[in-house]
């Protein structure tokens, strides 16, 4: 499609995803705290939700038009927008449902949802580009995926629960007390969702829509992969809820290897993708090596971002979420000036800079709090547990880059792979007590 359709389609998304907190506002991981706590409550929970996100839903969808409007943008990206309005109600019902299944610790369906709507979204966007090239049509394709989502999610939960849970309900007191709950988590819903976003529509104002494409392929390889450490938050969040002041030491334990885990999967995202950034995004077609020094920046993003996942899950699963609310915001308002800063200056390099630094500061500003929550948490420990999975990520990108000239970039990612396996045996981050964990979780399976 080329940067500038490609810079057209990226901000008409950008503008409607920030727009799905509105449609949310909070109250899903309301509903996934307390389902995991009063298992009986979830069918009174999930109607008293629904009433609520019915209006929100409205409300945003009127919003996102609006916006694009106001500020100023062609026809063709209204257009977009007001299309991709109908993916954000369906991804914020079928986030509403996957929440419920979240309170059960019954996962394997939200990932059956993921995996088929994914795989709707690309092949019928696959086709698309390929018969019919046209940006209005890749959004149905957006909307194909959301609709398999929400097929997929609600059986399940009329399975669970039974049809009236899908009946709106009203009561006062009950919705009154989801509002009230849902605040704190909404202002970091909307934090999250504007200083993700807002660069997107700085680049577009200070620059143009091609840059915004150019910048697109950088970010969207970036945060393509943000899936990975949500596939964990959706375990260890109703886990760490289910014993919040009941058990500090599996609390912990659970805490820990979150952070572990989160880490055995972004060192080598990050070290290998920076290695082979240039080739990557060359991928994607002419008219987009320009991309290439910006994701070398913007990869390291992984890291804080990966490793934030545990630790805020571990703030909203004790009460603490006022704490992450106010660290989103402090972070919101970094990125917004470094991004006001920096892209007039720098380009869409500097867009990548203020990234790196707002969600670094997230993390750190995270970590201060966890002692108050764990008295007997270490900085020391978790930082002994860290430190060889990214030295085998060190290891494994010194050797890419050696052997890349030689090899071709195709062939030495595999061989990357194996030098950070065996280098995390030989640096102790892997032992094979964890080994026998893997087997017997995929065993479940």
Same mark, same amino acid.
């Given at each position: 499609? #080329? ?12 503008i409607?995803?920030?727009?799905t ?21 979830a069918? *009174?929970?999930l109607? @008293? ?5 019915? +209006?929100?839903?409205?409300?945003? #969808?009127?919003?996102?038009?609006f ?17 991709? /309005? ?7 019902? @079928?986030?509403?449902?996957?929440g ?13 949802g ?10 019928i966007?696959g086709?698309?580009?390929w018969l @019919? ?13 959301s609709? #398999? ?23 006062r ?10 605040? +704190? ?8 969702k ?13 620059? *143009?829509? /091609? ?7 950088a ?9 990975? %450490? ?22 912990k ?14 060192? %080598? ?34 890291? %804080?971002?990966?490793? *934030?996942? %545990?630790?805020?899950s ?5 009460? @603490?979420?006022?704490?992450k ?5 402090? /972070? #919101? ?11 007039p ?29 764990? +008295?007997?948490?270490?900085?020391f ?6 430190? +060889? ?7 494994m990108l ?6 890349k000239?030689i090899?071709?970039?195709?062939a ?18 892997v ?15």
């Amino acid at each position: 499609m #080329m940067p500038e359709a490609t810079g057209q389609y990226f901000l008409a998304v950008s503008i409607t995803v920030i727009f799905t907190v509105f449609a949310d506002m909070g109250i899903t991981p309301v509903i996934i705290r307390e389902v995991a706590k009063q298992p009986s409550r979830a069918r *009174d929970l999930l109607s @008293h939700a629904i009433s609520l996100k019915i +209006p929100l839903i409205i409300f945003s #969808m009127c919003g996102a038009i609006f916006t694009a409007m106001a500020l100023g943008y062609d026809p063709l990206i209204v257009k977009l927008v007001a299309l991709a /309005t109908f993916v954000l109600a369906l991804d914020t019902t @079928h986030l509403l449902f996957y929440g419920v299944l979240r309170g059960f610790q019954q996962l394997r369906f939200e990932s059956l949802g993921v995996c088929v709507g994914q795989l709707a979204t690309g092949v019928i966007g696959g086709l698309i580009l390929w018969l @019919h090239p046209s940006l209005t049509l890749l959004v149905v394709a957006l909307i194909s995926g959301s609709t #398999m989502n929400v097929l997929i999610s609600s059986s399940k939960v009329v399975k669970l629960l039974g049809a009236r849970a899908l009946l709106p309900r009203w009561q006062r007191a009950d919705t009154k007390w989801i509002i009230k709950s849902a605040i +704190p988590f909404a202002l970091s819903s909307i934090f999250v969702k504007v200083y993700s976003y807002v660069d997107s529509i700085l680049i577009s104002k200070f620059l *143009d829509v /091609t840059a915004v494409g150019i910048y697109s392929v950088a970010y969207r390889f970036t945060y393509a992969f943000q899936f990975l %450490p949500l596939a964990f938050v959706a375990a260890l969040y109703p886990g760490m809820s289910a014993v919040v002041g009941k058990d500090e030491g599996a609390l912990k334990r659970i805490f820990l290897r979150g952070m572990w885990y989160v880490a055995l999967l972004c060192a %080598p995202l990050v070290f290998g993708i920076w290695a082979v950034a240039p080739e990557m995004v060359l991928l994607v077609g002419d008219g987009y090596a320009s991309a290439a020094p910006v994701l070398g920046v913007l990869v390291f993003v992984l890291i %804080p971002i990966f490793l *934030d996942f %545990p630790v805020g899950s571990l703030l909203n699963a004790s009460g @603490h979420q006022s704490v992450k609310t106010a660290i989103m915001g402090v /972070t #919101m308002i970094i990125n917004g000036a470094l991004n006001w800063i920096l892209i007039p200056r720098l380009g869409i390099i500097g867009a990548a800079y203020s990234a790196l630094a707002c969600f670094s500061f997230m993390l750190i500003a995270g970590l201060c709090f966890v002692p108050r929550i764990l +008295p007997t948490f270490r900085y020391f420990v978790l930082l002994k547990s860290l430190f +060889p999975i990214f030295l085998s990520g060190g290891l494994m990108l010194l050797v890419v880059v050696y052997l890349k000239p030689i090899t071709g970039w195709y062939a030495v990612i595999p061989v990357g792979a194996v030098v950070y396996l065996v280098s995390l045996f030989l640096t102790r981050a892997v032992n094979r007590d964890d080994i026998a964990l893997f087997r017997k979780s995929f065993r479940r399976l």
